[in-house]
């Protein structure tokens, strides 16, 4: 990163290398949670017996507001851990402080990315496959929701792993199968699993 990325918005940086491999690698590891505790959400709630689409996004909106927040929080205070730890090392090895520097602001900028995109992913991958559940009663039996809903979720975590295979020049097609692959499991898990 250059050393004036710092004054670069989230949303400049959204598209660019500028997000760096840190939020990428927090974004869709916690994008995968977050799409995986969907499928779980959605078929258990069928499971259950919950009769109404509604009640199933509540439920997943209640997950993703814990999922969202777990990942701002546990990230903002990662990163700010580590960030202070190595500004000390720099401010030792320098014999000065670097409090108000742009050094000091570039890594407070990359610990707001950080956070904020480790929250994203799960909100995106929890809330995303949710949406057919608004259409139940309307176009979908809660059955068919269901089912799209599980359709949707594998979807996004194929979308997951064939982006990171596209930024290490692996297959895409077989990266998001692998990651694809997950949100079936949790699906037949759920089914088999006593409850």
Known sequence: MS??????????RIGTD?????????????????????????????????????T?????????VGLTTSGVWSVWEIERAEM???IQDVEDAMLTDLSDTQVERDKMSNQVVNALMSGLGPLLGLVVPLTPFLF??????????????????????FAFGAYM???????????GIRMGLAG???????????G
């Open 136 to 157: 139940e009663g309307a176009v979908f039996t809660l059955f068919q929701a269901t089912l799209v809903s599980v359709g949707i979720a594998v979807g996004v975590l």
């Open 84 to 86: 202070r730890a190595e």
């Open 165 to 175: 295979a596209s930024i290490s020049r692996q297959r895409w097609y077989v990266a």
């Open 56 to 64: 199933v996004i509540s439920l997943g909106l209640g997950a993703a």
């Open 3 to 12: 050393a004036d990325s710092g004054s670069e918005s989230l949303l400049d």
């Open 18 to 54: 500028m997000i760096g491999p840190i939020a990428r690698r927090y974004f869709v590891s916690n994008g995968f949670d977050g799409a995986l505790t969907g499928v779980g959400v959605t078929v258990g709630a069928y499971l259950s017996g919950i009769d109404d689409g509604l």
């Open 184 to 194: 079936v499991v949790v699906a037949v898990l759920n089914v088999f699993l006593p």
